[in-house]
């Protein structure tokens, strides 16, 4: 059980969040663990949370477990009250080995993370444009999966098909193949394997159509939105509504909360890591940060070296220097993410195009 320390002047705040309670702690300021609470995740229970923290002190800061998942009600709440929210990274499994996994623990290290600034980083305000965004990407992401699982099943059962249908329809291409499947009209016997799958396969065609203008609804919509939001992101070469609509998502409602492009580039996962020791002086691949987001480059820099003429001579003059292909675009994704976060800042005029060293 927590040891009650006479609460006075700074405290610091943590909370392990869940979907259906936080686990609140407190800190004083040299790091003696004052109390720590259940709350719900309700309207009543962020107000109450709030309150039980103001009560021990001066409340300087609060970290924040999830605040893209769990925490994001609860982080958009102190923030709207004036509360000063930073985001807490999941402790990594040899800590939880040594120190042991509970709710009171999570919390009281979050709290220790925000009072020695291992975590300083700024949450999401999830409360603008960007956020619609977000949502509509969630939706539309989902239908393309669903549309591409609903092709792959339709092709799987015309493998089995009865011999005469399957002849029918093997040649077709994908558009044709489900344009004439959702035309089918199917007479007969249920129990008859031949009249069962022109029936699966006219619903599966149907779903696809339908799936198709949902996407497109989908994209009209985001188009509206993404050129509202970033027209200076659209006029760089190879960045179309979608590249585009990720990046904004990875970047939030708030990009000004990223403290450099070079922050921004490590968030892309697209910042080489320093992997030096001794006399040897490297850097190695950086596998983190947001794996989208690195896609989302990846798909610019390819666009870029197909017809961008100064990406082409880039990846000439480096492959003479001894580059790999990789190791270019690599570099290349580095050089784009500078731009990208360039386009992001609220006071961004376009000026000349970042030229490559």
């Given at each position: 059980m927590t040891r009650m320390i006479p609460a006075a002047g700074i405290v610091i705040g943590g909370i392990d969040t869940h979907g259906h309670t936080h686990h609140a702690a407190v800190l004083d300021h040299v790091g003696r663990q004052l109390d720590d609470r259940e709350f719900p995740t309700t309207p009543a229970g962020y107000q109450a949370l709030g309150s039980w923290l103001g009560r021990h002190g001066q409340l300087e800061r609060v970290g924040i477990e999830g605040t893209g998942t769990y925490g994001a009600g609860i982080a958009r709440y102190l923030k709207d009250t004036g509360v000063t929210v930073v985001e807490v990274n999941r402790p990594d499994?040899?800590?939880?080995?040594?120190k042991g996994k509970s709710d009171p623990l999570d919390a009281y290290a979050a709290a220790r993370a925000a009072l020695s600034g291992t975590a300083e980083g700024e949450p999401k305000t999830r409360n603008g444009r960007i956020e619609a965004i977000r949502a509509l990407r969630v939706a539309r992401n989902g239908a393309v999966k669903a549309r591409t699982q609903a092709t792959n099943q339709l092709k799987a059962l015309l493998i089995t098909a009865p011999s005469q249908l399957r002849e029918q329809l093997r040649h077709l291409s994908t558009t044709v193949l489900i344009m004439t499947c959702a035309r089918m009209r199917p007479t007969g016997v249920l129990g008859?394997?031949?009249?069962?799958t022109k029936i699966a396969l006219r619903r599966l065609a149907?779903?696809?159509q339908h799936l198709?203008?949902?996407?497109?609804?989908?994209?009209a919509e985001l188009k509206e939105l993404i050129?509202?939001?970033?027209?200076?992101?659209?006029?760089?070469p190879g960045?179309?509504?979608?590249?585009?609509?990720?990046?904004?998502?990875?970047?939030g409602d708030n990009p000004d909360?990223?403290?450099?492009?070079?922050?921004?580039?490590?968030?892309?996962?697209?910042?080489?890591?320093?992997a030096s020791s001794g006399r040897t002086h490297r850097h190695r691949l950086n596998r983190g940060g947001d794996r989208a987001a690195n896609n989302a480059l990846y798909i610019v820099v390819l666009g870029?070296?197909?017809?961008?003429?100064?990406?082409?001579?880039?990846?000439?003059?480096?492959?003479?220097?001894?580059?790999s292909k990789p190791e270019i675009i690599r570099c290349l994704k580095r050089y784009v993410a500078r731009e990208i976060n360039a386009a992001l800042q609220p006071a961004h005029t376009m000026k000349e195009p970042i030229k490559a060293p």
């Open positions: 499994r040899s800590a939880r080995r040594a008859d394997p031949e009249h069962a149907r779903r696809h198709t203008e949902e996407i497109a609804e989908a994209d050129t509202v939001a970033a027209p200076h992101m659209l006029a760089l960045v179309g509504t979608e590249v585009a609509g990720q990046l904004l998502v990875t970047a909360r990223l403290r450099s492009e070079a922050a921004f580039a490590h968030l892309c996962g697209a910042a080489p890591i320093p870029r070296l197909r017809y961008d003429p100064r990406t082409r001579a880039y990846a000439d003059r480096r492959t003479q220097q001894g580059l």
